[in-house]
């Protein structure tokens, strides 16, 4: 086997481990987006429950000022 045999032969080992990284890497790649993509929905979701959290804390709010008001007016009116 002579020096260009040896040469021919790394460089084809060299060209199998490239192509095997880039298929790893095309891989890594398509793993990196789907991890993105449940990432951004879940941010999505996180947003719309916290609107979601907001309104019904506002409506709690809105029903016990109505209830402290029929509180009050009762108790006037038993006194």
Same mark, same amino acid.
């Given at each position: 086997?002579?020096?260009?045999?040896?040469?021919?032969?790394? &460089?084809?080992?060299?060209?199998?481990?490239?192509?095997?990284?880039?298929? $790893?890497? !095309?891989?890594?790649?398509?793993? #990196? *987006? %789907?991890?993105?993509?449940?990432?951004?929905?879940?941010?999505?979701?996180?947003?719309? &429950?916290?609107?979601?959290?907001?309104?019904?804390?506002?409506?709690?709010? $809105?029903? !016990?000022?109505?209830?402290?008001? #029929? *509180? %009050?007016?009762?108790?006037?009116?038993?006194?």
């Amino acid at each position: 086997m002579d020096i260009q045999d040896k040469i021919i032969e790394k &460089l084809t080992d060299i060209d199998a481990k490239v192509d095997s990284l880039i298929n $790893r890497q !095309e891989k890594t790649d398509a793993r #990196v *987006e %789907t991890l993105a993509n449940h990432v951004e929905g879940f941010v999505r979701l996180h947003e719309t &429950l916290d609107c979601e959290v907001s309104a019904l804390r506002n409506k709690v709010d $809105r029903a !016990e000022g109505r209830l402290t008001t #029929v *509180e %009050t007016t009762l108790k006037l009116k038993v006194v």
